[in-house]
C-alpha cells in the first residue's frame, strides 16, 4: 500500500475531527436546550400562578365552600381564574383547598368542559405540598389523573394574618413537552447522522485520490455548515450571525495548504458559534425576562451555596431582605396588566439602584429578595422607600395622585445559635415584610378586598 502524503493524512485527521464535533456539538446542544426549554416553561407557570395568586383575597378564598357557587366572594375568584384561562395559553388554572397535611381538593376550577369538582381529591405531589407551607415551585415529574399527565406549578394564597388560605395551581401537559423534546433529537440526530457520514465517506476518497476529492471536501462542509446553521435556527432563543467564506470552483489555484488552513479556520468558526450559542441559552436560564434581574432558578443555586457556607463558617454574616409590592392587584384591575408589568420593572430598577446587582433575584410575580453581606440593611431600606415616597409625588407611572404605590420590605440577620438553615432566616424576613405591609395598610385603603 502507498504511503499517504502529509495533505492526506491531514484531511484525514481533519474529517475526525469534524466527526468528532458534532458528536459533542449534538450532546451538548440537546441538554442545554432541554434545560432551557423546561427552565423557561417553569418560570412562565411560576410567574402566572404567582401573578394569580397575588390577585386572590385570601380571606374571602378561605371561606369558600361548594355551597358558595353563587356568592360574590365565589364569583370573583372564579372571575379572576377566568381572565388567566381566556387570556393566556396554558392548560388549566384553578384553586385547591388543603383538607388536611398532605391532602388537597378541587376549590374553585374555571374550565368550561369537565371542570374538577369542588372537594374532589386532587393527585399529590411535593411541590404541592411545598406550596402548602408557603413555598412556590414546579413538580420535577409529570402526574397523571383523569385529564391527562401534567408538569404544575403552585402558589400559595396568603389571608391577612399571613397565613396560607389556598393554593393557585397552572398546568401545562407533559406530552407537548415531550413532544418537543422529540422533536429537537430528531432534528439534531439527522445533521449528526449526515455530517458522519459524510466525514466517514469523505475520508476514504481523500485517501485515494486527494486533491480532487479536497475540493468535494470542501463542498461538502459548506452544506454541514448550512445544516449547523439551521440546526441553530431550530432551537435558538437570540440569534448571532457568523459570515462563513464559501470554496468555488474559482479558487482551483489554492494550494493544499491554504485549503487546510481554511478549512481549520472553517471548525474554529463553528466552534465559536457553538460556544455564544450555549452561553445564550445559559443566560435565558438564569435571567428574569421582565426586569433582567436573577430569576428563581439563579436564587434556587445560589441558596444551595449558601447553605453549604452556613454549615462550613460559623462566623459566616449575611441579611435577607424581602420585598412585596402593595396595591399590584387593585393597578392590574384598574390600568391593566401591561401597567402593573410597568410598575415591577420600575420598582426593580430601584431596588437594584440602592441595592446593586449581584444578588438580587425576583422570586415570584411580585416579590423580590436580596441577599446582602451586611448585617444591618435598614439604611438602604428607609433610601429605597424614600425614593418610592419622592416618585409616590411626582407620579411617575400612573400620574393620578390618588394611586400611592408602596412597597413592603422585612429583613432578617442570620444568627447561628438560632437559625439550622436559610429558610429559618427567610422565614424571619418574610413575617417581618408582612407586618410592615400591614402597617401600610392600617394608613391606607385595602383597595385588595373592595367590592368589584
Not at 436564587?299 to 435577607?320: D, G
Request: proline share 3%; hydrophobic share 40%.
Amino acid at each position: 500500500m502507498k504511503k499517504l502524503n502529509n495533505a492526506t493524512k491531514y484531511t484525514i485527521f481533519i474529517c475526525i475531527g469534524l466527526a468528532i464535533f458534532n458528536v459533542i456539538f449534538g450532546y451538548v446542544l440537546i441538554s442545554e436546550s432541554a434545560q432551557a426549554m423546561r427552565t423557561q416553561i417553569n418560570e412562565r407557570m411560576l410567574d402566572i400562578s404567582n401573578t394569580a395568586a397575588a390577585m386572590l383575597d385570601g380571606d374571602e378564598l378561605a371561606k369558600i365552600t361548594a355551597d358558595d357557587i353563587d356568592s360574590p366572594e365565589y364569583q370573583r375568584v372564579m372571575h379572576t381564574l377566568t381572565y388567566f384561562q381566556d387570556n393566556i395559553e396554558l392548560e388549566y388554572i384553578y384553586c385547591i383547598m388543603q383538607v388536611s397535611e398532605r391532602e388537597f381538593v378541587f376549590g374553585v376550577d374555571p374550565t368550561i368542559e369537565d371542570p374538577g369538582e369542588f372537594g374532589s381529591p386532587i393527585v399529590y405531589t411535593d411541590a404541592l405540598y411545598n406550596a402548602s407551607q408557603g413555598v412556590a415551585g414546579v413538580d420535577d415529574v409529570p402526574y397523571e389523573d383523569e385529564w391527562g399527565t401534567f408538569y404544575s406549578s403552585y402558589s400559595p394564597v396568603y389571608d391577612s394574618k399571613g397565613n396560607v388560605a389556598g393554593i393557585v395551581a397552572v398546568d401545562f401537559s407533559s406530552d407537548w413537552y415531550h413532544d418537543k423534546l422529540k422533536h429537537l433529537f430528531m432534528i439534531v440526530g439527522t445533521f449528526l447522522t449526515v455530517g458522519l457520514v459524510f466525514a466517514n465517506t469523505l475520508a476514504i476518497l481523500i485517501a485515494r485520490q486527494y486533491f480532487r476529492y479536497f475540493k468535494n471536501l470542501i463542498d461538502k462542509m459548506n452544506d454541514l455548515s448550512n445544516g449547523v446553521e439551521t440546526l441553530i435556527e431550530e432551537v435558538a432563543f437570540d440569534s448571532d450571525n457568523f459570515d462563513f467564506p464559501m470554496y468555488n470552483d474559482s479558487d482551483d489555484a489554492r494550494g493544499v495548504k491554504d485549503i487546510i488552513d481554511y478549512m481549520g479556520e472553517r471548525l474554529i468558526i463553528m466552534q465559536a458559534r457553538l460556544a455564544n450559542q450555549i452561553e445564550i441559552i445559559r443566560s435565558h436560564a438564569y435571567i428574569d425576562g421582565l426586569t433582567g434581574m436573577n430569576n428563581r432558578t439563579s436564587y434556587m443555586e445560589y441558596l444551595q451555596i449558601l447553605e453549604k457556607k452556613m454549615k462550613e463558617n460559623p462566623e459566616l454574616v449575611f441579611s435577607v431582605v424581602v420585598f412585596d409590592i402593595n396595591q399590584l392587584k387593585i393597578i392590574n384591575d384598574d390600568f391593566g396588566h401591561d401597567t402593573g408589568d410597568k410598575l415591577i420593572i420600575e420598582i426593580s430598577k430601584d431596588i437594584r439602584d440602592v441595592f446593586g446587582m449581584s444578588r438580587i433575584y425576583r422570586i415570584g410575580g411580585d416579590e423580590f429578595v436580596v441577599i446582602l453581606d451586611d448585617p444591618d440593611p435598614s439604611e438602604q431600606i428607609k433610601v429605597l422607600k424614600d425614593i418610592i415616597s419622592r416618585k409616590n409625588k411626582e407620579s411617575p407611572i400612573f400620574h393620578d395622585p390618588s394611586v400611592e404605590v408602596g412597597v413592603s420590605v422585612g429583613f432578617a440577620t442570620y444568627d447561628p445559635s438560632v437559625d439550622k438553615e436559610y429558610a429559618s432566616v427567610f422565614d424571619r424576613a418574610d413575617n417581618a415584610m408582612y407586618a410592615d405591609k400591614r402597617l401600610f395598610y392600617q394608613t391606607h385603603e385595602d383597595r385588595r378586598k373592595r367590592s368589584k
